[in-house]
């Protein structure tokens, strides 16, 4: 099979149910679900699987979402339905945010409980020590608030993973590589100083969703709360290039590790990040989007991986089954499996590492004196931690 073997002195589990796959936001909605099909078919064309512990995750139960979700909201989503989705003319909204970017479909909260099962069964392998890495690419819906959905995100399966991961860790750093700034994560632990959040996004106050993460927005102004100084955010400008994006992830993460000493890191891998994405405007490359997944695995602590974001489905695909073996430190042929099924969905495009064309760069309006003002930022936030 490809000459892919089991890790030598560690275990990866993946955590895919194909429940999810089948459903659908809407025809002319960016979030698809079957983009996660599709990673499946090249982790298994590649014969990844059998590197690895699979797990089919049942879903989570409503007590485990009001961990973090208040329950009048999770109640909502257990019982709406499409027909009943009223707008509310009081406050110009659907109930609990739910309007175009959120719509209600049929089995959104079999959807929703499926990924966040995930994600908790993710976490507990890792906390139970039956695995060092833990991979949920249907998780990572950084944008979803205790009591709202937001930004295609219903329930925050990153938060209640961190949660299961704070009952056994003392500190848990959370690195987030979607386009789009962590805001729902950032703001669950914006008060404690046992969760250090860390995103690197597109920022632009006004034109850019969320608005938020700024290089100041670093947690509680006052410096007595816990949470000062432990939410770090890298706003970053269109068309950032391979070299600069790795360069800066790793120039930023090495003194977060060292400053921080986490006990286990939650890597956000949205794949919106890369050039050529539908709905971002960054140009990285597969390999370049890869370099931070093995660069956070060299840490050698415990890994939950996470999907997120990514809306041109055959880029997104082939970034996350790379990045799976690169979890499982397997070199794969930069050309997929001849019998991958579903060749069309990729433009009958059979390299791994599609070049960006030209015709989808961004123009680069991040200056090298521009790049290190945020890393000087960052490193001014970390002096505050090692006192
Ligand atoms: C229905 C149909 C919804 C077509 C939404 C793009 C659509 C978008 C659609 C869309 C779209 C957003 C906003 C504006 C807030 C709104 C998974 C006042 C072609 C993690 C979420 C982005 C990103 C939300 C999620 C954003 C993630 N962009 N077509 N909606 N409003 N929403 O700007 O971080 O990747 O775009
Ligand atoms: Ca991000
Ligand atoms: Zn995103």
Redesign the pocket.
């Known amino acids: 099979n490809n000459g892919i073997r089991r890790p030598k002195g560690y275990v990866v589990s993946y955590h895919a149910n194909p429940d999810m796959e089948k459903m659908h ?7 698809k679900p079957w983009r996660l099909t599709l990673t499946n078919k090249i982790v298994l064309a590649y014969g990844m699987h059998e590197a690895m512990d699979l797990y089919i995750p049942r879903a989570a139960t409503p007590q485990e979402l009001k961990e973090f979700h208040r329950e009048d909201y999770i109640d909502f989503l257990q019982r709406v339905t499409p027909a009943d989705n009223t707008w509310d003319p009081e406050s110009r909204t659907y109930a609990y945010n739910t309007a ?2 959120c ?1 209600i479909f049929d089995g959104l909260y079999n959807y929703c409980s499926l990924y966040a099962g995930a994600s908790l069964d993710a976490a507990r392998k890792l906390t139970n020590h039956q695995s060092q890495i833990a991979i949920n690419w249907s998780g ?4 979803a608030k205790k009591t709202e959905a ?4 219903y329930i925050n399966d990153i938060v209640l993973a961190i949660l299961q991961l704070l009952l056994h860790h003392p500190r848990v750093l959370y690195i987030d590589i ?5 805001d729902g994560v950032e703001q669950a632990f914006w008060s404690t100083d046992r969760v250090m959040t860390l995103s690197f996004h597109k920022y632009d106050r006004a034109e ?3 608005g938020t993460g700024a290089l100041d927005d670093t947690g509680p102004l006052n410096n007595a709360s816990p949470g000062a100084h432990h939410s770090l955010n890298v706003p970053l400008h269109d068309g950032i290039e391979d070299d600069q994006y790795i360069k800066l992830f790793q120039d930023i993460v090495r003194p977060c590790v060292r400053t921080y000493q986490p006990t286990v890191i939650v890597l956000q891998c ?1 794949a ?1 990040s890369l050039g050529g994405d ?2 971002g405007c960054f140009n990285v490359n597969i390999k370049a989007h890869g370099a931070c997944v093995a660069f956070v695995k060299k840490f050698n602590l415990p890994m939950l991986v996470l ?5 041109t489905a055959r880029n997104v695909a082939k970034a996350w089954a790379y990045e799976t073996s690169l979890c499982i430190g397997a070199e794969v042929h930069p050309n997929l499996p001849v019998h991958t099924p579903y060749l069309e969905h990729f433009g009958n495009e059979k390299t791994l590492f599609p070049k960006l064309d030209s015709t989808e760069r961004y123009a680069n309006k991040n200056s090298r004196v521009y790049l290190e003002s945020v890393v000087m930022g960052i490193m001014e936030q970390l002096r505050y931690l090692q006192g």
């Open positions: 936001f809407g025809p002319k909605h960016p979030m175009d970017d719509p990572g819906l950084h944008h937001s930004g295609f995100c979607d386009v789009h700034h962590g850019f969703f969320p949205g919106d539908r709905l999907g997120g974001g990514g809306y």
